[in-house]
């Protein structure tokens, strides 16, 4: 067992891209945890999908062994997060398990948005930061000017900012000694109540739900009985260990350390991200605080291609739920999809990161409707008057036109951090998306830190990928929620053969209506295939059609044998087709493909 005085929990946060994954792969390698020949880039990104995006999505934690140079052995608990706007709920998770905090910033492009927000969120906790300055080898690298923004934009002494390159190796020696005299012990007291917080968990097919926890006070070790102070289940542990990459058994953990139990537990719905662990026979008097509850800002319908797979897609999405906090979601159905299920995501990326989720670690083939945010609806009363006052993010609960008094829709406050040359390009773009810029700060003759208004709803769709090309990359968006604004509301219906398909419709600021509707039709006209007759494609509001496309009949030449002859014989035969095309579209069923459902999310040029 390790003193407490020798142990340092810590993490590492950053903008993305910074380089938080190189640096933990860089301490990992120092301290030997893996042989060079089995040594793979970013090595904590454990998840296929991680590797392919080049980003981290699951925060990772390991225990870092390491002799500082006064020859005492020191045991680091190192947790890596992400950097995405979208997984900012992992970092926070992160956090509360760790006393200290390493604050990447990239010497080529300096403090971004995400940087700041996180390094909030470090305060919050009362974490010790510690700033460092990374991919200090690389041509453009400017060390002196990002220690003045070090100083001038987060406030921290740029003096003690360390430097290394996490992709050289540059500067390690020197950020192990630091961590170790820096970084404050854990305090807490191992003779005290067992109290430990969940910080994540994941499901190992073999042995039921693996715990990751931060012991706070007390011990925990084989065969001891514990409680989950939330939902007041009592388990027998059976095995405690750390992570050293791969699980690693220790007879117990104490107060201080970070690790894992393993206690058979079957049922997912016992175990909670952010509750506390205590002794069943010797309880601790109150839970640790938690992380705040979690608020989803987009809604999706999720529903299984094929109806018989619901089951599967429940269980999958339990696993799921459970490795990832942030998921939210209830039963839902649809008349076109049959059962699925109402989710709620922190942002696009999150939504596209769990449907990929699903379909390789579950094998689940899914659809989703298109994305839409939480409205608040005020309904007529009874005699005009006001009515009562309703949430709705799903466009199949939005109630007639004839009842609706007034909407409202959430806004952000968006903050966007480029270099000045991109400037004229952004502000467009925010003002083609409804922004109303509230602020605007130079912070240095080349970066510029603007601040808009804007409905969320605007955000969703392209807002992130058209701000990246428009700025090649070099701008940085963080936003927060602020509050709800009055909106012209509208929901629009998209018809097929006059039939209305509910889980094609959607809620959207009206004016832009004709636009949207436009779109929609004309990408479900490129992916319906054509049938013996005419596909009507209407967007519509109520009983008003806005837009309209048609996918052609295939025809068939009922002329090809009449060489000449009489007309009326042709008129005949043309005139027959046509009743059978008017029969066959009174009976026939148009068929959606997948795809269709698809091509509604995606921009045209995707």
Not at 119 to 147: F, H
Not at 341 to 350: A, I, P, S
Not at 352 to 357: A, F, G, L, P, S
Not at 381 to 409: F, K, T, W
């Amino acid at each position: 067992m390790t003193e407490t005085s020798l142990i340092r929990n810590f993490c590492i946060i950053a903008h993305i891209d910074h380089g938080k994954s190189t640096l933990a792969d860089r301490l990992i390698q120092k301290a030997r945890l893996v042989e060079d020949r089995d040594f793979q880039d970013q090595i904590l990104d454990n998840m296929d999908i991680e590797r392919e995006r080049g980003i981290t999505i699951k925060s990772q934690a390991v225990s870092i062994p390491y002799t500082a140079a006064d020859g005492r052995e020191y045991e680091l608990n190192l947790v890596d997060t992400p950097g995405h706007v979208d997984f900012t709920y992992e970092v926070s998770r992160a956090i509360s398990s760790c006393e200290g905090a390493l604050l990447l910033v990239d010497a080529t492009q300096g403090v971004q948005a995400q940087t700041l927000s996180n390094m909030y969120l470090a305060l919050e906790q009362n974490l010790e930061i510690v700033p460092v300055i990374n991919k200090i080898d690389m041509q453009a690298a400017d060390i002196a000017g990002t220690r003045k923004q070090i100083e001038k934009d987060l406030g921290l002494d740029a003096g003690g900012a360390l430097l290394v390159s996490a992709r050289r190796g540059t500067g390690i020696d020197e950020l192990f000694e630091a961590l170790v005299k820096r970084i404050p012990p854990p305090s807490g007291d191992p003779s005290m109540p067992l109290r430990a917080l969940i910080f994540d968990c994941h499901y190992d097919p073999y042995r039921g739900v693996v715990v990751h926890l931060r012991i706070f006070d007390g011990q925990i070790k084989k065969g001891m009985r514990i409680s989950f102070m939330s939902s007041g289940s009592v388990y027998e542990v059976e095995t405690t260990g750390i992570f050293r990459l791969a699980l690693v058994e220790t007879p117990e953990l104490s107060a201080g350390d970070v690790g894992y139990i393993i206690a058979g537990i079957k049922t997912l719905g016992d175990v909670r991200v952010g509750d506390t662990v205590t002794g069943a026979d010797n309880p601790c008097a109150a839970p640790l605080p938690g992380f705040r509850e979690i608020k989803p800002v987009v809604f999706s319908s999720i529903y299984p291609v094929d109806s018989n797979d619901y089951e599967e897609l429940r269980t999958g999405m339990e696993k799921l739920k459970l490795n990832d906090a942030s998921l939210i979601y209830e039963k839902d159905s649809s008349a076109a999809l049959g059962f699925g299920f109402r989710c709620g995501f922190l942002g696009l990326l999150h939504l596209e990161v769990i449907q990929e989720r699903l379909e390789r670690e579950f094998n689940q083939s899914v659809i989703f409707t298109a994305p839409s945010v939480k409205y608040r609806i005020k309904l007529r009363g009874p005699g005009g008057g006001a009515g009562e006052e309703i949430l709705v993010d799903n466009p199949m609960e939005y109630p007639d036109e004839g009842r609706v008094e007034s909407a409202e829709e959430p806004y952000i406050r968006a903050s966007i951090i480029t270099p000045c040359e991109y400037l004229g390009n952004i502000m467009t773009l925010c003002l083609e998306k409804r922004g109303v810029q509230t602020n605007m700060t130079y912070l240095d003759e080349k970066r510029v830190e603007m601040v808009y208004d804007m409905p969320l709803a605007e955000v969703l769709f392209d807002f992130y990928d058209r701000l990246k090309s428009i700025s090649r990359g070099y701008a940085s968006f963080d936003y927060d929620i602020t509050d709800y604004k009055p909106t012209e509301l509208a929901k629009m219906d998209i018809l097929l053969n006059g039939k209305a398909v509910d889980a094609l419709s959607q809620l959207v600021f009206r004016p832009r209506a004709y636009d949207r509707a436009r779109k929609v039709c004309e990408r479900l006209r490129d992916e319906i295939p054509r049938q013996q007759f005419k596909i009507p494609i209407q967007g519509a509001i109520g009983s008003q059609i806005i837009a309209r496309e048609t996918v052609n009949a295939l025809r068939k030449d009922v002329l090809a044998k009449c060489y000449g002859g009489d007309i009326t014989r042709k008129r005949k035969l043309l005139e027959k087709q046509k009743e059978g095309k008017k029969r066959m579209k009174m009976v026939g069923d148009v068929e959606l493909p997948q795809s269709a459902f698809l091509a509604v999310l995606k921009t045209k040029d995707e």
